[in-house]
């Protein structure tokens, strides 16, 4: 087997365990340094989620600050005073605890502290030039894996996202502990469960030329650990077991896709957030079987879904060719998302049809991620696939 040449950077510390965001303040305190910028959101604040952290990072660092006014699809606004916030107390160090939200915020934060680089020449790839602040990620969803990927996004106008990828972002620090997400409700657990599925079936199939074997079996690993706890931890959220699976999945996912990245799946499912503020795992998970069908087009993809459908479906029955394995796997995946509750049409969320045409002229600007498609997608695909999905 010849192999191309490729790139894999990822999260250098990862700690994993129940009780973990308290049990490691003395090693974060003393990567962070004196003056810590914590940043997480309002809800967290309210249902105390951070107090445990809190209180232990505080015997450790002389300064705490703590900067609470992320919210969903963080704004440029929210990003540039999270940075004021950072210089008043000289920060050394920055926590970001939350979901892909304050994580995004986080990670640029420390960037532009560490920095002191312009947000404005930082977008895109591999713009930014750094240094950055010391960094730690604690997430309470499990879904995004932006504790292992080198991105973050951050919403610009009315409905544009603009994004910045770079290694210089990845954390020095994760850090995995189930019990932050047992409050979860059953919705987000379901839908921030399918969007951490979803990286690792394009991580896999993913046309970018740097796709690769490290990414392939993080992504094997990532749905088997989802697929085989995902209705437990929606259906029972304290099952803690289901809830680790879940984190683990949606991390080892996150390391696949930020190494070999998605495509039309959230090509598509950006302007459904963008617009009409779904969120970012329902959305994905509204087009994924439409997409998944238009892909299976190519023999090749087919190939890829069959390989992949045992790891999600072990009943399924692998002795019928690519074709019925890939019909059969897309069909099952419709079936769980169904399973677990989540809305299956976009005319469930409030969408209306005649949106669909502007949603379709939205998904094409998307080119950094439809150039990963392993089938091209033109105006009138993406506008087949919404009216389909309607």
Known sequence: MSLDNFIFNTTSGIRFGSGMSKLCAEEVSKKLGPNILFITDKDLMSLKLT??????????????????????????????????????????????????????????????????????????????????????????TAGTGSEVTPISIITVG?????????????????????????????????????????????????????????SKMLAVEALKLLACSIERAVFDG???????????????????????????????????????HVSHGLSNSLVLPYVLRFNSVDS?????????????????????????????????????????GLPQKLREVNIPKDACKKMASDAMKQTRLLVNNPREMTESDALNIYEAAW
């Open 51 to 140: 107090e445990p952290s809190l209180n232990e990072l505080r015997k450790y660092s002389s300064i705490v600050e703590i900067f609470q006014d992320v919210e969903a699809d963080p704004s440029i606004k929210t990003l540039l005073n999270s940075i004021e916030v950072g210089k008043k107390i000289n920060a050394t160090g920055v926590i970001g605890f939350g979901g892909g939200s304050s994580m995004d915020v986080a990670k640029l934060s420390a960037l532009i502290l560490g920095s002191n680089e312009n947000i404005e020449d930082v977008w895109g790839v591999s713009n930014a030039k750094g240094p950055r602040l010391p960094l730690v990620l604690v997430p309470t």
């Open 158 to 214: 009315e409905e544009e996202k603009k994004g910045v990828s770079s290694a210089i972002i990845l954390p020095d620090i994760a850090i995995l502990d189930p019990d932050l997400t047992i409050g979860l409700p059953a919705h987000t657990t379901a839908a921030t469960g399918i969007d951490a599925m979803v990286h690792a079936i394009e991580g896999y199939t993913s046309a970018n030329k740097n796709n690769n074997p490290i």
């Open 238 to 276: 304290s099952d803690i077991e289901a809830r680790g699976n879940m984190l683990i999945g949606a991390m080892l996912a996150g390391k696949a896709f930020a190494n070999s990245p998605v495509a039309a799946v959230h090509a598509l499912a950006y302007p459904i957030g963008g617009t009409f």
């Open 300 to 340: 090749k993809t087919t190939k890829n879904y069959a390989e992949l459908a045992p790891f999600i479906f072990p009943d399924i029955n692998t002795d019928q060719g690519s074709q019925a394995i890939c019909k059969e796997f897309i069909d099952k995946l419709e079936v769980l998302s169904k399973k677990i």
